[in-house]
Structures are given as structure tokens and as C-alpha cells.
């Protein structure tokens, strides 16, 4: 398989891997393509990836969420809480952002003066007011909040310890080239897999920055550097732990470049391009040092094994044990799924 040489960590490890180089969407903006990568769908409102896998796999840890979101790199691009919100589905299974500098979760700690068992007076007496709310209403976000305030309390025990990377051995921090304090991708990956150590069934990652209309040279080859460590530390400790087998690791954008450039001179970029573009997958039920799929030879459009948004998604929740077509919620009297009425599963790429 050919990896750029602004990745050769990724190229040590990419045996690992199947490349699909047929990825393709159907929007062409941020927002939206971001929105339908995450939830099959460009409007507001509908579960995200992790919520759904949150929703149909449950919790391993009854201490940390099911679903926790990492962002590093900077740029004007904003993240949207939409992006890993939980739509219809019930709140408890929303995304919850960690970080590795300052605070780990906002607002979870007890402002200065409140002690653990003034809290906990609190939240028994909101729990007991929330249970009469819903002995009245029957209101099922009622129960998904008073769950929330609870995992907010026993977090607040659980998550300083796990966040704590600087807890890891100095040749671990190295092989990730992580330093414990500062907001970056390597510090997420280490994080991200402490947190599948400890049960957290999806752990997304996101990393801003590549959003090279002009000086794409430049940029890129330093946002490469930043993630190209990182990315193949984490595979190959998840590896020697013997987590690979049974973790999923999926790397990618919303859309790609184009293949010919935008600007002029030196400061030339890519515009973005969701027709033909190229995301990989290792791990869990993954088939290995394999390439699927092909652009036209000018490299604009999927033309080889295409596989849309939908079909990596259904792929996605199979390798996780759930069948797309089967993993439904019923919402103003019709049964939504991720892949809404298409996707089917790739399955070229299962070992």
C-alpha cells in the first residue's frame, strides 16, 4: 500500500489497515458534511454514530459514558454540539466532550464550598422531585436526566484519575510524543485509549486545521506531523495490549481535496471534494494491508467499489455487532435508523 511520505509513522503500521479509496458524500460543505458523515443526514436533529452505538450496545462502565468526544488543532471552524448530539434518542446517550488540559469535563467538578455530600443531598432531592414530575407526565427525558446527574456525580471520582496521562509510562507519553497539560491530538489518542481500556464504547476524535484553500504545502505538512506519531502509536498499542482485535479504528474527514489546485503561485490550496476520497479502517473484524475501491485517473470521482456515506456507516455498526437495518427508534411514527433507507455493508473489507 503507498502512503505519502508526510506519514512515515502511518507507513510502519499500515499492514494494519484497508484503505478505502472509493469514499464518497453527498454534500460539500463543513457543516452539513460533517452532519451527514456523523448522522446519515444533513438536518438538525437526528442521532449521531454514537449515540446510536450508545443506544443499541449500552454501557461497559457504569462510571464514564458511553460516548466521549476529543478536539484538538485550531482554526475558525467551529464544532457543533450537534455533531455527536443525540436527536431523538433518549439524552443519556449524547456525546460527552473530555479534555486534556484544564477542567476534564466542564461543569462536572463541585464549585468551591460544596462538599461530595452536599451534593449528594442535592441531587436526592432532585431526583426525588424529578420522580414525581414523571409519575405525572411520564416524560422519558425526565429518566435520561435524572440519569445524567448521576453519572455527572460518580464522574467526578472516576474521570481525574483517567485523564491524568501523565500517570502512563515516560515511553508510552514518548511513542505518542505526548505532553500532559496541552491541548493536542497526541494527548487524545493516548486518552482515547485509556478510555477503551475502561469500557467507553465509542471515543471520537477531531482535529481542526486541514481546511487548506491556500498554502496546502505548508500546512498540511505540519498538520501531518502533528498527527502522523500519534496515529500509528496508537495502533500499535492497542496492538501489544491485544485490544486491536476487538477495537475499531476508523480515520478520516468529511470530504476530501480536489485534485487540482485552487489559487495561484505559492500560496495555492485544495477545495474540498466529496466525490472521490479516500478514509481507512483497522482493527475489529478488519481485513488487513488491504486497498479498496478506486477515483477515475484524474482522481475526481469514485468509480471503483464506491462506497457512500451510508454503506461505511452500516459497515461501521457491523463491525460492532449490529445489524443497520435492525438498529431502529421510532420517532413522530416512523422507524429511523442511521443509514435511513439505504448503505449496505462493504464487505471486501471484512477479514
Known sequence: IEVSDLFPRVGEIIDNVSVIRSVHSDTFNHDPAVMFMNTGSVRFGRPSLGSWLSYGLGSENNDLPAFVVLASGKNRQPLLDSYWGSGFLPAEHQGVQFRTSGDPVLFVENPDGISRQQRRRQLDLINWMNNKRFESVGDPEIVARIAQYELAYRMQMSVPELTDISTEPESIRKSYGSEPGKVSFANNCLLAR??????????????????????????????????????????????????????????????????????????YGRDHHPHGFSMWMAGGGIRPGHVHGATDEFGYFAAEDRVHVHDLNATILHCLGIDHESLTFKHQGRNFRLTDEFGKVVDNILS
Open 194 to 267: 485509556r478510555l477503551a481500556e475502561r469500557g467507553v464504547r465509542f471515543i471520537q476524535l477531531y482535529d481542526k486545521g486541514w481546511d487548506s484553500h491556500g498554502q496546502i504545502v505548508s500546512d498540511h505538512t505540519e498538520r501531518c506531523k502533528q498527527v502522523d506519531q500519534p496515529i500509528a502509536a496508537l495502533i500499535k498499542d492497542l496492538k501489544q495490549r491485544g485490544m486491536l482485535d476487538d477495537t475499531l479504528v476508523v480515520w478520516g474527514g468529511e470530504f476530501g481535496r480536489t485534485p487540482m489546485s485552487q489559487g495561484s503561485g505559492k500560496g
